[in-house]
């Protein structure tokens, strides 16, 4: 007696069992794809509202011909105070390339020169951050140059100037 007793309960927990998976199935799976639905729409939304305000180059390419080199001063500025407490200094040389058959080149070209001042305020703003140590990281190295021609770009409001070239040496 005690064993079909103990099967007919088995019995009732696998139906009961079999009840909740079958409302699980139906309901809240259904739910939570609707729920993940929702939250990409979302996160669709807020990346369109994080890309740069400015104008994008239609392809962002353009060929070596159409470009020119603008040379900046050598800059010499002190580096934040690293571990071993000595000051340090950097000797930068940066260059500028700007595409010639951008939209805004002829409009813009002529002020470059006339903001070579912020222009060069701008680098040693980004290099005063970081002490002697910090710049030896490829990766900072690189995210270095992206924020000075991200900065120089917001300056003119234009991406014309497309790439920033930055060596320094560190004393």
Known sequence: MKKNMLAVLILVVCIV??????YTVFTVVPNAQRTD???TKIMQIIDLE?????PKDINNTYNIEDVEKYSLDEITTNLHT???GKAHFAKI???????KTHEDY???NPSVDK?????QSIIISNFQKYTNDDLNDVE???SIKEKILQDIQSLFNSRFIVDCTVTYLIS
């Open 82 to 84: 690293g571990s071993d």
């Open 115 to 119: 903001m070579k001042p912020d222009i």
């Open 37 to 39: 639905e929702l939250i």
């Open 106 to 108: 002829e409009r813009l």
């Open 50 to 54: 994080l890309e740069s305000p400015l």
């Open 140 to 142: 900072l190295q690189q």
């Open 17 to 22: 069992n079999l009840t909740l998976v079958g």
């Open 93 to 99: 040389s940066a260059s500028l390339t700007i595409n």
